[in-house]
């Protein structure tokens, strides 16, 4: 019999922990898995601290003389930058500025799928997506119809063989990717920039003194994580709507507020990106409900998002059920929970992703006898932990 309690609405469920596994769990002496928000608050929020993972370790090899992303770096330097770069992120900005682009990219996208009576749901995701990260980032010189497979390559991880040919051969392919989107799509950009400013980062890099290199490097950080993000939000989010009726009326029917809460329910139910991590550069002590557990540095910190985010502490009763209604109790913590990180790393561009997935699906929704006639194919993305939703056909009359 069907418990309204255990409803579980996950499309991703393949990449669960077991349910009801401890906050708090020790690997290994070198690596602690954090599945309780609370403890993923306090780690988030803590100083001593630095990130790993995802493309940190990229990042550090490639910036060893020079500064480090903007996205990596920690304490006060990273402060000033966030501080600095707001002026392209905050919610009021991204509603004004990137409305229109956003707009635009839909119709077009929309015009394109009547002509053909069909498409693949991601490739129109992508498109839509590295239109607005390369407006935002300013790679908008070539107009290259590569760039988006320049970006998404970053995003992709190579099988992990092992062996000295394995290792030299995966780095001689993130070399010549780097090199490829710098001659591309970056050079041409600074190029225009040194001679006109634009409103985008890397006129703001200009600005700031930054090489030709760190300039690369911080395009390919904001630019990977804008691309991924949305993509799959996108057809994730898509394919609990056609599942739905109830929940894409009140998708159509609602304001623009409305559909962003809805993205938020889905994106807390299916984080794309599935595990953070933090190295302590010092000893801590993390309060685990009343119980002090110590960590030594040099300790890797695995924050488990996709358990965080349906801690009943933080998501409530029936934390697997996709409720556009859920009451999150904690009011520090947004809708999307720990989807989009938190604390002085918490994603920059999260009013990006879910205003333009926002706008796209309204209009994807409103293409008459829209259906979705194949469901994509998930595999694992073992860079970010997560899931990649690839060949979802969409038809249309």
Known sequence: MHHPDRQDDQ????LRSER?????????????RIRGIQLARQILRSDGLRQAGFMAEIANR??????????????DAHRKQRSATARFFAPKVVATRYRQLMLEQSKRLMKDLRSTGRAQLDSLGLELSVAVTAEIVGLTDRCSPGLANRLSSFCNEEQQ?????????RMAFALYRMVRFFLCDVM???RSRRIVRRQDIISHLI?????????????????????????????????????????????LNGD?????????EVIRLEPVVGLLYRRAEQNLLLDNNGRAESISAGTLLAIDIRAVNVDPAAAGVCPYRL?????????RFPGSLMSFGDGPHRCPGAAVALLESAIFLNHLFRVPGIRLTHTPTMTSNPLVESYELRGAIVECN
């Open 188 to 190: 041409p950009a600074i």
């Open 256 to 264: 623009e507020i409305d559909r962003i809460a809805i993205l938020e």
């Open 161 to 169: 063989s092992s062996g000295r040919l394995a290792t030299f051969t």
């Open 323 to 331: 409720d556009p209604d859920r009451r999150i109790e904690d009011h």
């Open 20 to 32: 009801n596994q401890t906050p708090f769990e020790r690997i290994s002496n070198e690596v602690v």
């Open 207 to 251: 600005d700031q003194g930054y090489s030709n290199r760190e300039i690369l490097i911080e395009c390919i950080t904001y630019g990977a994580a804008g691309v991924a993000t949305t993509r799959e939000l996108i057809v994730v989010a898509a394919w609990h709507l056609f599942d739905r009726m109830d929940l894409r009326m009140r998708f």
């Open 11 to 14: 499309k991703t469920s393949f």
């Open 62 to 75: 490639f910036t060893k003389r020079s500064r480090a992303p903007v996205l990596f770096q920690e304490g």
